[in-house]
């Protein structure tokens, strides 16, 4: 019998924007060979949060721009998705995935200090698959659970749990419409609009009035990481032309509220997933997947 193991080679890169962002040299910051998955960065910019499995189990890291290991936050052995910064900038949010078998099926939103500590359960819902907060001074925080043909956008508190719809952010989807990334100021939302055969296009959608504006981009039918910039004024878009059966080259685009698109090039044989700004705007953290390694065994019975 021969089997081929195979390896996904994910890690964190981190690239200087202070020369206005108009060429990226990354450089990378995880030097382990396990998946490295960065979701956000400190208050202070001074390091990331991701999830990996470097020690077996997923686990949440944090790990600072000078340093050559990560800090644990959270370990165990329950199932950790998407670490997010609280509005507060105090804690982490979080979410548990219930695991094969588990009589509840409900999602958690998670609590813990970002110095470390005790978790506690924010509030539990089905199908969570996303949640994020806006920065302070702005105080919303939101979450979205999978439902058919539409998209609701659910208000909660990360101390008391408590929750609401917000209505005019509710969306109906008729196509693969699901990314979405809340602006720093909790003022607007930006979501995909993936349909088959078609270019992609992302929705900038006001919180106060429910108003929109969609910004093509032609050329990339598929995208992936969806972020906006510190200052609100462009979005880090991670996109691929690659259609059915084509070639596949993935960039990292910016796009501009106005709609100009800024292709940034490529690194390599590395295709970036997701570019996340820091808050003070002078660095992106970068998901960066390289070509997965594979090795093949061969058991013989004797």
């Known amino acids: ?82 670490p997010q910064i609280s509005a507060s900038g105090t804690e982490v949010l979080y979410l548990v995935m219930p695991k094969r078998g588990q009589a509840s099926q409900n999602v958690k939103i998670m609590r813990v200090p970002l110095s470390g500590g005790q978790a506690q359960v924010v509030l539990e819902a089905p199908g969570i698959w996303n949640h994020q907060c806006a920065n302070a001074p702005a105080t919303l925080c939101l979450y979205t659970a999978t439902e058919p043909n539409q998209q609701r956008f659910i208000a909660f508190d990360p101390v008391t749990g408590a929750r609401k719809e917000l209505p005019s952010a509710r969306l109906r989807v008729d196509a693969e419409e699901s990314n979405w990334n809340l602006s720093p100021d909790g003022k607007y939302l930006a979501t995909a609009i993936l349909k088959p055969d078609r270019d992609a296009a992302v929705r900038i959608l006001s919180l106060a009035d429910g108003s929109q504006t969609v910004l093509p981009l032609p050329g990339w039918p598929k995208f992936g990481g969806l972020d906006w910039a510190a200052d609100g004024k462009s ?43 820091s808050p003070d705007g002078h660095y992106l953290a970068l998901e960066g997947s390289g070509a997965d390694s594979s090795n093949v065994w061969l058991v013989e019975n004797r």
């Open 235 to 277: 979005l880090w878009v991670a996109a691929s032309n690659s259609r059915s059966g084509g070639p596949n080259t993935c960039a990292l685009l910016n796009v501009a509220r106005s709609g100009k698109i800024r292709v940034m090039t490529n690194y390599g044989d590395v295709c970036f997933l997701a570019g996340i700004p």
């Open 1 to 82: 019998m021969a089997l081929r193991q195979m390896q996904q080679a994910a890690d964190v890169y981190i690239a200087d924007l202070q020369a206005g962002g108009k060429r990226l040299s990354p450089r990378r910051l995880t030097l382990d060979d396990r998946g490295d998955f960065v979701f956000a960065w400190t208050p202070d910019s001074k390091a990331v949060l991701y999830l990996s499995d470097r020690d077996g189990p997923i686990h949440l890291f944090k790990q600072g721009l000078d340093q050559t290991q990560a800090e644990l936050i959270v370990g165990g052995d329950d199932s950790l998705a998407i």
